[in-house]
Every structure is written in structure tokens, then in C-alpha cells.
């Protein structure tokens, strides 16, 4: 009894003592130590993240690796590998893990995070604007994100990098970080750039080449240029990426001469000081390593069926004993526009390969085989037009010359993408031709992605000159629909969409000038065949009393038609008297007659005025013969001039009063000729432009019984009804210079220009129709029945009598480099030499005995207003019977495409 009662007093006291305890422990679970050297086993209860504003705490806890009802041991390896996970990811500061509550074997812990200062703002030192763009565009500091130290390591180099790629080689970047006083955890970047001066190739050296000079080799490399007279135009800045091109533009030139084993096994930079300022300078060593020359051996064709053996081998061009030279075989091979892979593609063997093999090399010699797999042809499945958002499918449909149902050929694919560059309804320049293979079923279709331009143009231009001011006004509507004039749903804001063309022009000085034009072009008469029609409406009149200028004989200038600089009628260099033929009248300079200034701009009898009324009616097509780049066109034209008091310009026809007065008319026929095969009617990079035109009258003096050489037959009689035959020879030639396919294709143009006027009846020669010559090729304002030339370098009409030359030769060698080539503006550059002049008769004008002139100009398209230039000139040669200041230094300016 005593042992049970012993045993009740024991539980009792540790009840009494243990239990209080226990529920001590479950009350306050944060009071509790974790010893390291006493490490225990928990399960996990709860992750919290702290201390975290912007980023994902899920996302954090999934990182850490510790996750509800995980074991881990505390302190162990799991807490120190969660505090490493978070840590590396490089956004936070500072990482700890704490223990909030342990109960029993369970444990809740919270992982307290420091995030990194997000930045606020930065601050650009020592660049400029665009520098600064460029910078920000490559760097993306970006505001509101964190802000880590390789995060501004990887900032410091890629500026310094940017630099370097400019030839800035000792560019200095300084990074300061500094809080944003108005943002908790933000700072701001200060970012100092000390770009120093660009460093320049001061020399280049190399060493090992006997085949190929030194010269020859740095010649090669295209951006990496020593300071030398020779390269006195070429960039010297030293850029490493273009000099890492220009190195292997080196091994290029061996290859190209047959050392294809060359290579480079030296190659040192170096910066050094030179010149009293002790300018950085880099210097550049290289070796080279020639190895063998390697010539063509035996060049064997495996796989050919279409083609023979010996067709192939003449369309490679390369025979067996010729210097191997890589680029030449693959650009035989391979090239768009030369290769001889054209043979196959052009005959709808779309899925052609060839895979040139080297099969020996003796010694010297390389011997090929020339693998080729011919495939099937290709026939052509469906032909797809996208992106025509404004003109009617079927206007470029109809330029196409691909058919579904055809065999695939790449000349007709090209022929094509030229057709629709030349509607000028779409951007030259966005133009894809798509080919999509099917090599399943053999066919092939074609999608032709189109980017519709604006070509409608508005004029409203004015100009003062010659003591007037001239004003004007014109609509051009370059893809008008006639059709749909009545169709009240397709005016927005005109009818457009068929390709046709309808231009109204309006143009005056006041009283003293203007005129009205109207024409309308249809390109496709019928709709079937590329027939073009042209139907054209003008009147202009022109009071020259109504202008003080031309009353002031100006000609003491050696300029006008009053003045002595021709000598009056019969004693000038052209030879008026004896060799035109109309007998001397005599000059009839400003000294001699004067008219009357009307001021308040009234007509009267004493006016001099000038009247001319046109209609012309034309009609081309396309011919297949020779080939289809060959046009003709055909047009009817009657001008009717009406003259009142004209003696002083048209002083061949004045009467015994020395005046002109009547009406004369010429009704032409012209033919003209011609064909275009350039690419681009904006910037054209090849192709050529040839036409001849013939204009003729009727020869009205052959079966006329008047007898024109009488004296006294009046001139308003004799010239009634003008007759003469013109012809014009004119052609161009557009050759590129550097990548036909690139932006910034160089491009050589050369172009010819021969005119004559000649005459039926020796004692009725035209007075109008004559050349122009000089200057800008513009009238400053629209004068029928005569043709203006331009020749840079000259004043306006420096080369030719008032009334116009009846023949002249003129020569252009122009280089143009695209400026810029988007839709919305072509611009292009351009250098020229140009030679040129004009005479009366064969016998005093030697075609050869030319004009020269040098000089630079600027082409600009803007599609709302066309193309207009400004070009400047300098004239070598002084033009007989005129002042010096005809030629010397002139500024030009241009608007429009002439050819």
C-alpha cells in the first residue's frame, strides 16, 4: 500500500512539474534557439517572403528550393543552398532566412529580401543627341528596373564599344550611381563619356607578298587606309570590324589570281604617338603566307541532258591552263545575273542544282566535275498580286509575263518585277517577286508583293526673273479611272485605279503671260493589248509690251534679240544673211524699234503679242520585233500661232514695216521610235534608252505653183502653213558600278543627244521648231515651236539664237549615288561631265567642236510634286560672241525627268 501510494506521488509531481512545460512551449512558440552545433530535423509549415515590392513572391519561394512539408535540417545544407539560389539571381541586396515559429518538429520560416535600387533616371555626359539615342537603343537602361553591378559593367562596355566601332579607341566611360532623393531604393546613373579624337591608320605594313605588290594589297582593303597622298579621299579611321573584312579582302585578292592557300600568319595593332601634338595613331603589320598559284585543269559535266557538254563549258567561260580564281567560277556558276544556272531556270528547271567538285589536284592544277541535277520543270500554278490597296488588279495583272500554266522561267520573272516598276503606281525599291516552290507536285507559285506609292502630283510653285514674277498651278492624276467618273463610291477623293493619266496645268505672269494645258493618257486602249492613247489641249499667249524687261533692250547684255551680240539679221556668226538664206533685213536692236509700255496691261494695236493654240492626237504600242522592248508611237499635231507686231523676234518674217502680223499653222506627223530596258524609272541601275523621232510636215511648197523666192511674196503668205522634217537621236546607257542588288548602288550613266532641222524648199525654211540649247533645258515658261537643250555650265540659251539652232550634238557622262530610295522621297547625288553644241548650217558647225562642262547636282522625287534638282556647272569654254559670264560657275535648276 505504502509502494502504491509512493508511485501516486511521483506521477503527481511530474505532472506537476513537466506538463506546465509543455503547454508553456505551445503557448509562445517564437521563444525558442536554434544552436549550430545541435542541428535538428523539421518540417516545413510555412514560407513567407518579406521585404519584396515589385517581383513575384510564388516565384521567389519556388527559387529558394523550400517548399510546404519539406524536411530539412536547421541550421543545414537546405537553408544555405535557398540563401545561394536567391542570392545568384542577382536582384537582391541583401538575403536572410529566419525562423519565426517552431512547434514540435514543425517550423515556419520567412525569407527576408533586400531588392536592389531600381533606377530612376539617366543622365548622358560628353555625347551628342544621336550618339545618346544610339546608346539607349543598344544599352536599354530601362527606368523602374533593377539596377545590377554587371548590369552597369556590361553598360560601361558596350558604350565603350560603340565608340571603338567608330574609331574612338581610347574612349573613356565613367558610371556613378547616386540615390534619388524623391524615390526610396531608386538611383540615378551619371554616365561620363570621354570619346577622345578618333584614331587614324598612320601606317600599314606588310610583309611576306611577292606575287602582289604592296600597293596592290592595300588597295584591297576598302575601309583600312594609311595616311598617304594617294588616299587623300579615303577614309583613314581605323574600325576594327572593317578591318577584319578588309583582311580577308587580301586573301580575296589572291585568290583572285590564283593563290588560293594564301592567308594571313602575322597580324599586330599597335597604337603609337606621332607629330609634335603627339596625335594616337595606330599602326598595323600584317604577314602573309602566298602558297602555290593554282591553275583550271580539265572541267568535266556529269548529269547534263538538257544541255551538251560543250554549250556548258562555253557558257562558263573558263578553259583548262586559265588562273583559278574562285570568285570568277562561282560568279560564272551561281551569279543572278550572269550565271549560267539562267540556262536551266529560264527553261522552268526550277529545282536545278550544281555542285562543283574539286576530283584532283596535281601538283598546280585543279580538275572539276561539274555535278548537276536538272530536276523537272517547274510549271507555273498560281500567280497571286498582293498589296495593290489603290489600283485595280487587273492593271498590273496585265504588265505580268508569268501565266499560270507556263513553265517557270526567270527572265519572265524579271521582265515582270520591270513592268510594274515602270507603271510607277508602286515603290520600285518594294517590289518582291515570291517564288514558292512546290517540289511535290512540280509547280510553282508566284506572289508578287506590291507597295503602292502616292503619284499623283500637285504644283503650286512661283518664281520671279525677268522682271516678272510667274506663277502656277497643276494637277497631275497619275492613276485616274474614267470609268468610274460616274460611279459616285470610287471618288475618294477621284476616281483612280485604272493607270490612266490626266494632267491640267495653269501658268501666268499676270498680263504679261499664261497658259492652260489639258492631257489625258490611256495606256491600255481596249484593255487587251498595251496600245497606248494620248489626246493633249493647250493655249498660251504671251503680251511682251506688258512687261517692262523686254522693253528696255536688254540685249546690250549680249542676251537679247534687240541687242548686238548677233549683229543683226545677216552679219552674226551664224550666218544668217548667206546661209539661212532670208536676206537682209538688216538688225532691229532695241535702238531701231520700241513698242509702247502698256501699264495698265490694255491690248492695243502696238502690242507685241504672241499667241499659240495646240491639239495633239497620239497613239503607240509595243512591237515583238526585234524585241519587246520596242515601241512606237505615232502622233498628229496642229499648232496655230497667231502674231501680232513679232518683227523683232521673228525678223525673217517682218513685212516692209519690220513687223510680223497673221496667223501661221503647223500640222505635223510624228514617229517616234524607241526602246527602254532600264530597271528603275527613278534610279535606274541598268538598261538602256534609245529612240529616234521623226517629225515631218507636209511639204506644201511641192505642189505649190508659188514661187517662194520672190521677194515680193508676202511672209505672212509664204509662211502660212510652216513646213520642215525633225529628227531627234537620243539614247542612254545605265551601268552599275558597285552591287546592282545594294542600297547604294554607284551607277554609271552615259547618254548621246543628236538633233536636226531640216527643210524641203531652201527658200522656205521653218522659223519655229528650232534647238534651244544652254543652261537648264527649261523656259521658265511653256513656248511652242521650239525645243530646249540643256547644258550645264551655260546660261539658258547661251548656245543658240533666239529662235532656235537647226541641229546640235550633245554628250553626258554622269555617276549617281542614292541618297536615300523610300517611297516617300528618291534622292540621289550625282557628278557630271557634259559637252555640247549648236549651229545653224553644215557649214559653219563642226558637231566634235563641243562645249564642256563639269560639274555636281542633287536629284529629289517627292511623289506630291515630282522630280525636281539643282545642279552646278562650270563651263570651260568661252561661247563666241557672247561675255564671259555665259559660262564659268552657273547653278541650274531642274524639274522633271528629261530624256
Not at 198 to 223: C, F, H, P, Q, S
Request: net charge neutral.
Amino acid at each position: 500500500m505504502s509502494r502504491i501510494k509512493k508511485s501516486i506521488v511521483t506521477l503527481l509531481f511530474l505532472f506537476i512539474v513537466f506538463v506546465p512545460q509543455l503547454f508553456a512551449q505551445d503557448a509562445d512558440s517564437t521563444n525558442f534557439s536554434i544552436y549550430y552545433s545541435s542541428a535538428r530535423k523539421y518540417t516545413v509549415a510555412d514560407v513567407q517572403i518579406s521585404g519584396i515590392k515589385y517581383l513575384d513572391k510564388t516565384v521567389l519561394i519556388q527559387l529558394s528550393g523550400i517548399k510546404v512539408g519539406d524536411e530539412i535540417m536547421v541550421p543545414g545544407d537546405e537553408i544555405t543552398t535557398a540563401i545561394r539560389k536567391l542570392w545568384q539571381q542577382g536582384l537582391f541586396s541583401d538575403v536572410e532566412i529566419k525562423a519565426t515559429k517552431v512547434i514540435g518538429d514543425k517550423i515556419w520560416i520567412d525569407i527576408l529580401l533586400q531588392e536592389r535600387p531600381r533606377l530612376a533616371d539617366v543622365n548622358f555626359y560628353g555625347i551628342s543627341k544621336s550618339e545618346k539615342d544610339d546608346i539607349t537603343e543598344k544599352v536599354l537602361l530601362l527606368r523602374g528596373s533593377q539596377i545590377t553591378d554587371h548590369q552597369v559593367n556590361s553598360a560601361e562596355r558596350t558604350i565603350k564599344g560603340i565608340f571603338h566601332g567608330k574609331g574612338f579607341l581610347n574612349t573613356e566611360v565613367t558610371i556613378v550611381q547616386r540615390d534619388d532623393t524623391t524615390q526610396n531604393n531608386s538611383v540615378i546613373l551619371d554616365i561620363n563619356v570621354d570619346k577622345k579624337e578618333k584614331v587614324k591608320v598612320n601606317l600599314v605594313d606588310i610583309e611576306g607578298n611577292v606575287a602582289i605588290k604592296d600597293i596592290t594589297l592595300e588597295r584591297a582593303m576598302k575601309k583600312t587606309n594609311e595616311k598617304a597622298i594617294r588616299n587623300i579621299f579615303k577614309t583613314k579611321k581605323f574600325l576594327e570590324e572593317e578591318y577584319k573584312n578588309d583582311k580577308g579582302f587580301i586573301v580575296d585578292k589572291y585568290n583572285e589570281v590564283g593563290y588560293r592557300d594564301a592567308r594571313i600568319i602575322k597580324d599586330s595593332v599597335y597604337q603609337v604617338e606621332v607629330g609634335r601634338k603627339k596625335k594616337s595613331r595606330v599602326n598595323i603589320d600584317l604577314g602573309v603566307e602566298e602558297g602555290d598559284k593554282y591553275y583550271f585543269g580539265d572541267i568535266r559535266w556529269i548529269g547534263n541532258t538538257v544541255y551538251p557538254s560543250n554549250i556548258l563549258s562555253q557558257a562558263l567561260g573558263i578553259k583548262k591552263g586559265d588562273v583559278f580564281n574562285q570568285k570568277i567560277l562561282d560568279k560564272r556558276l551561281f551569279d543572278n545575273d550572269e550565271g549560267m544556272n539562267n540556262l536551266y531556270l529560264n527553261k522552268g528547271y526550277l529545282f536545278f542544282n550544281l555542285e562543283p567538285v574539286e576530283v584532283k589536284v596535281n601538283k598546280d592544277t585543279i580538275n572539276y566535275e561539274m555535278r548537276i541535277f536538272e530536276g523537272k520543270q517547274a510549271t507555273i500554278n498560281e500567280v497571286r498580286i498582293v498589296g495593290n490597296t489603290k489600283t485595280h488588279e487587273h492593271v498590273a495583272r496585265r504588265e505580268l509575263r508569268t501565266y499560270p500554266g507556263d513553265l517557270f522561267s526567270k527572265d519572265l520573272l524579271m521582265r515582270s518585277y520591270r513592268e510594274l516598276a515602270q507603271l510607277g503606281h508602286f515603290d520600285p525599291e518594294a517590289i518582291n517577286p515570291d517564288v514558292q516552290p512546290n517540289p511535290e507536285d512540280g509547280t510553282v507559285d508566284i506572289e508578287y508583293q506590291l507597295q503602292e506609292k502616292a503619284n499623283d502630283q500637285i504644283e503650286l510653285s512661283g518664281g520671279w526673273g525677268a522682271g516678272m514674277f510667274v506663277g502656277s498651278v497643276g494637277l497631275k492624276f497619275a492613276n485616274f479611272s474614267v470609268r468610274n467618273i460616274f460611279n459616285k463610291e470610287a471618288w475618294k477623293p477621284l476616281p483612280t485605279g485604272d493607270g490612266q493619266t490626266l494632267s491640267l496645268r495653269y501658268q501666268t505672269s499676270g498680263k504679261y503671260y499664261r497658259t492652260v494645258s489639258l492631257s489625258f493618257i490611256e495606256p491600255w486602249l481596249g484593255g487587251k493589248k498595251p496600245n497606248s492613247f494620248s489626246i493633249s489641249l493647250s493655249h498660251s499667249r504671251i503680251n511682251y509690251s506688258a512687261n517692262k524687261y523686254y522693253q528696255s533692250g536688254y540685249g546690250d547684255s549680249g542676251y537679247s534679240p534687240y541687242g548686238s551680240s548677233y549683229g543683226g539679221y545677216g552679219g552674226s556668226q551664224y550666218g544668217y544673211d548667206s546661209a539661212y538664206g532670208y536676206g537682209g533685213y538688216g538688225g532691229y536692236g532695241a535702238p531701231q524699234y520700241q513698242y509702247n509700255y502698256d501699264s495698265e496691261g490694255d491690248n492695243n494695236k502696238d502690242d507685241q503679242i504672241w499667241e499659240t493654240t495646240a491639239l495633239a492626237l497620239g497613239y503607240g504600242y509595243r512591237l515583238s520585233w526585234p524585241d519587246d522592248y520596242f515601241t512606237v508611237y505615232h502622233e498628229a499635231s496642229l499648232e496655230h500661232y497667231n502674231l501680232q507686231n513679232m518683227g523683232s523676234y521673228f525678223y525673217f518674217l517682218a513685212d516692209e514695216n519690220g513687223q510680223v502680223n497673221g496667223t501661221f499653222d503647223n500640222l505635223s506627223f510624228k514617229t517616234v521610235v524607241g526602246r527602254s530596258s532600264v530597271d528603275n524609272p527613278l534610279y535606274s541601275r541598268r538598261g538602256s534608252n534609245l529612240s529616234l523621232a521623226v517629225k515631218v510636215t507636209p511639204p506644201y511648197s511641192w505642189f505649190s505653183d508659188k514661187d517662194y523666192s520672190d521677194p515680193n511674196l508676202p511672209n505672212s503668205e509664204k509662211y502660212k502653213w510652216i513646213e520642215y522634217h525633225k529628227w531627234l537621236f537620243k539614247g542612254q546607257l545605265f551601268s552599275p558600278l558597285s552591287n546592282p542588288t545594294g542600297d547604294h548602288t554607284l551607277v554609271l550613266k552615259t547618254a548621246f543627244e543628236l538633233g536636226f532641222l531640216g527643210y524641203y524648199n531652201e527658200n522656205l525654211k521653218s522659223p519655229f521648231e528650232g534647238f534651244i540649247v544652254g543652261g537648264s533645258g527649261m523656259s521658265g515658261y511653256n513656248m511652242y515651236g521650239t525645243d530646249y537643250v540643256a547644258l550645264r555650265g551655260y546660261k539658258d540659251y547661251a548656245l543658240s539664237p533666239q529662235n532656235g539652232s537647226n541641229m546640235y550634238t550633245k554628250f553626258t557622262t554622269e555617276v549617281r549615288f542614292p541618297i536615300t530610295l523610300k517611297p516617300s522621297a528618291t534622292i540621289y547625288a550625282l557628278a557630271f561631265l557634259e559637252a555640247g553644241n549648236a549651229g545653224i548650217t553644215f557649214q559653219n558647225y563642226t558637231p566634235f567642236k563641243l562645249h564642256r562642262s563639269a560639274g555636281v547636282g542633287v536629284r529629289i522625287f517627292l511623289p506630291m510634286f515630282g522630280l525636281m534638282g539643282i545642279d552646278w556647272g562650270y563651263g570651260f569654254d568661252e561661247v563666241p560672241g557672247r561675255g564671259p559670264d555665259y559660262s564659268g560657275s552657273q547653278f541650274h535648276f531642274v524639274i522633271g525627268q528629261q530624256f
